[in-house]
């Protein structure tokens, strides 16, 4: 089982809509995760960082922690074309030297 | 302007030679790190370092080398010894107390001929 699993898609979501991007992890130790949106050609940006269980919200994007279920989630709501790129999924573990390790990422397509 | 430069944007690489991919950093970061992308793939971690002239292997450090002689600057080497060379590398830095948010330099992608 991989350290970090996300499902690559793509995703396809119409315009407006809310695009749900998951991510689990086989860690119970893990506690810190990170969102980043990768367009085509480029570098990773972040969008959010969760490391407490519940949500996260800010603006469009809300990150969900369920450290029981071992799984990290992230909801992005009236879904833009500009929104369609790679999402990356980090996560750090506590001692870990700052480390993350990345699951695949998915691909999330909006139409119009 | 605070942040990560890398050079060159493009690199080709004749089989057999040794490259250096340049990373740099105003942003007073203590940790550095090297990533490598693959076509469809997560990013996989090569070297890190969260101080000066210290550094230590990722989970794919094989055929690389680095170097963290200034807190600015943590150069990567692919050596002739990296098998399969050719990706998109990516430099991050970060604070490295607790587990601060890891910011992206804008990449070199390296094609071996």
């Known amino acids: 089982q991989k350290e970090v699993e996300q499902n690559s898609g793509p995703l396809s979501v119409p315009e407006g809509a809310i695009a749900s991007l998951n991510c689990t992890y086989s860690d119970r130790g893990s506690q810190s995760f990170f969102w980043y949106r990768q367009y085509s050609g480029k570098s990773p940006e972040l969008i959010m960082f969760i490391y407490s269980n519940g949500d996260k919200e800010d603006g469009r994007f809300t990150a969900q922690l369920n450290k029981a279920s071992q799984y990290v989630s992230l909801l992005i709501r009236d879904s833009q074309p500009s929104d369609s790129a790679t999402y990356l999924c980090?996560?750090?573990?506590?001692?870990?030297?700052?480390?993350?390790?990345f699951g695949t990422g998915t691909q999330l397509k909006v139409e119009l | 302007d605070g942040g990560i430069t890398q050079s060159p944007k493009y690199l080709f690489r004749k089989e057999g030679q040794n490259v250096t991919l340049s990373c740099e950093q105003n942003l007073n970061h203590d940790a550095m790190y090297w990533y490598r992308q693959d076509p469809g793939q997560g990013l996989r971690l090569i070297y890190y370092?969260?101080?000066?002239?210290?550094?230590q292997k990722g989970d794919i450090a094989e055929g690389y080398s680095v170097s963290r002689e200034k807190k600015e600057s943590f150069p990567l080497t692919v050596t002739s010894a990296q098998k399969n060379p050719t990706a998109f590398y990516l430099c991050?830095?970060?604070?490295?107390?607790?587990?601060?948010?890891?910011?992206f330099g804008p990449g070199t992608r390296l094609t071996v001929l």
């Open positions: 991050a830095s970060s604070f490295s107390s607790g587990q601060d948010t890891q910011y």
């Open positions: 980090g996560r750090g573990l506590t001692g870990g030297g700052n480390k993350l390790t």
């Open positions: 370092s969260q101080i000066v002239n210290d550094f």
